[in-house]
């Protein structure tokens, strides 16, 4: 597809367990992004990745968050030890360049934590 | 003000123009966007505005920007029940660096027939 396409769109984990969560950037966008949207609440910047560079790690909440990409491809956002608070949607974005390209946004991953 | 504020909710009659106002945090924020979400779905990018532009016209879309006062608003000409959304707008301030997108609570869009 020509989007931005994360999976899975729906998880649901025990508080404890770890989750790996998906994204897959338009073809040919170096930046990618990763947000955090809770229940009723506005979007929370966590990560980005622009090509070789080292990310911008400044949102991600504790250490049990991180986060890898691979060249200019596939990210992955990892939850270790998830905790009940850690139920939200994470919407993957990427935008073709570092400057303030618009960001396109995926359908999101809604994580819900038992 | 440091949040980027909306209004929680507007609602408006099918066939009415709707008014979605923002007031944004950084005055040198280069670009101001507009994002739509419907329910269970991810945003997509309605429109951006360059700061250097007091307007932007696309189709039944109109963004209007004061930049003195820090303020953006989206009109929807001719507002149908498929707007019914959640519109958030959405700066990358310029004094936070990197690109991150810093967005408002959202205003939840209710069109009646």
């Known amino acids: 597809g020509a989007g931005v396409s994360q999976s899975p769109s729906n998880k649901v984990t025990e508080k404890g367990k770890d989750v790996e969560l998906r994204c897959d950037p338009i073809?040919?966008?170096?930046?990618l992004y990763w947000y955090r949207q809770r229940l009723g609440q506005g979007l929370e910047f966590l990560i980005y990745?622009?090509?070789?560079?080292?990310?911008?790690k400044s949102g991600l909440p504790s250490d049990r968050f991180s986060a890898e990409r691979t060249g200019e491809s596939v990210s992955t956002l990892t939850i270790q030890r998830t905790q009940q608070e850690d139920s939200a949607v994470y919407l993957c974005?990427?935008?073709?360049?570092?400057?303030?390209?618009?960001?396109?946004f995926g359908d999101g991953t809604r994580l819900s934590i038992l | 003000g440091e949040d980027v504020e909306q209004s929680l909710f507007l609602s408006v009659r099918e066939g009415d123009s709707s008014v979605i106002n923002c007031t944004y945090t950084d005055s040198s924020s280069t670009y101001l966007y507009w994002y739509k979400q419907e329910p269970g779905a991810g945003l997509q990018l309605l429109t951006y505005i360059f700061s250097n532009m007091d307007m932007k016209q696309d189709q039944r879309l109109t963004v209007l920007l004061n930049k003195k006062d820090k303020h953006l608003s989206l009109r929807i000409a001719d507002t149908q029940t498929g707007d019914s959304a959640i519109y958030f707008c959405a700066e990358i301030p310029m004094t936070g660096g990197g690109n991150k997108l810093t967005f408002g609570t959202g205003t939840q869009l209710k069109v009646e027939l």
């Open positions: 073809s040919g966008h170096t930046a």
């Open positions: 990745f622009q090509g070789n560079s080292a990310p911008d």
């Open positions: 974005a990427s935008s073709l360049g570092a400057g303030p390209e618009p960001q396109h």
